[in-house]
């Protein structure tokens, strides 16, 4: 039976990427961005304590949703699902959406001057890290579609192996549970590209597969989503003091730790609060992938012009968040409306 809560903290933290990619524009760590903003301690604050668990939690909610997904298809029938409803939008996204966001990172940083079309020339050839934060080829936000895609068929072996294998979590003691972060931590040392570790989330989401997805779990961790909490606000706080200096000590097992027990903490509050479903919660159930897709795009545009009409940094930031949240909501329902772009996007009718 499908958990309504699990749905419903996938498309708030898809909303949640509204702020975190509008403060990356004024981050303070020396990253650069499509367009860049003032440096602003506060706002990175935001990024550093919610960027260690951010894409580790939608990769344990696409581990756990992949449980229900298998109870109703074999495994062919799951990837050819995963690459119709992966492949075919990060193709579309690639091609249609991302180069709207190197077309303004150019002109932003580079003074490019020439068409928009022009620039897929740039788009396609340029040298570039694969951030593509001042132009060049990225598949920007759009790694999560790809990375998804991949460990979903790497997961299907494991999963048809864990099937003849009898093991039984469901009575596995909630301090084991909290240990298996030492999983993505070692996952950490394979494949990292561009800052974001195969190894790490193909943990986090067996992990949503085989032991968050179990009943038994997520109600402990509902009965202990308290003790829980103040583990993760204890180590949220220590991450804040590693990042201003006050302390100097920042191990990377640190931050997986940090990240795991967050992730424990939503999930246990989900289970207790976010498990309901209306005419809102379904809207933004399947409407969250376009969003995904399109909200970054939304952002760079919006925030391209906004930057140059407006000087105070605490005024451009909601201006750039009220219309790339609305634009973004367009761009969903035109492309909900048109046969063609329902399937390059995997929007539900």
Known sequence: MRKNYIDNLRFIFVLMLFPYHIFMIYNSFGENFYIKGDNIDSVTTFIVLTGAWFMPLLFVIAGISTTFALQKRNFGEFAKERTT?????????????????????ERFHNGYTGGYFAQYILFFTKETDLTGYTGGFTPAHLWFVFYLFIISLLAIPLIA???????????????????????????????????????????????????????????????????????????????????YGILNVHPLIFTQF???????????????????????????????????????????????????????????????LVFSVILTFISYEVCKRLKVTRWLFAIKK
């Open 258 to 320: 940090y990240a795991w027990t967050t992730i424990l903490v939503l999930i246990g509050f989900g289970r207790k609060y976010l498990d309901i479903k209306n005419k809102f919660t379904k809207y933004m159930v399947n409407s969250s992938f376009a969003v995904y897709i399109f909200h970054q795009t939304w952002i760079i545009v919006v925030g391209y012009y906004v930057l140059q009409a407006v000087a105070i940094p605490f005024i451009q930031m909601p201006l750039i």
């Open 85 to 105: 409803k992966l492949i075919t939008p990060l193709i579309a996204g690639i091609l249609l959406v991302i180069p709207a966001q190197t077309y303004f990172a």
């Open 161 to 243: 192996l864990s099937r003849k294998i009898k093991f039984d979590i469901k009575n596995l003691a909630t301090p084991f549970v909290v240990s298996f972060f030492i999983l993505p931590f070692l996952g950490n040392f394979v494949l990292d590209i561009g800052g974001h570790s195969f190894g790490e989330y193909f943990a986090y989401f067996m992990l949503g597969y085989f032991v968050l997805s179990n009943e038994n779990i997520q109600q402990r961790l509902e009965k202990y989503r308290i003790i829980l909490l103040s583990i993760s606000l204890i180590f949220m706080t220590l991450r804040g003091l590693f990042w």
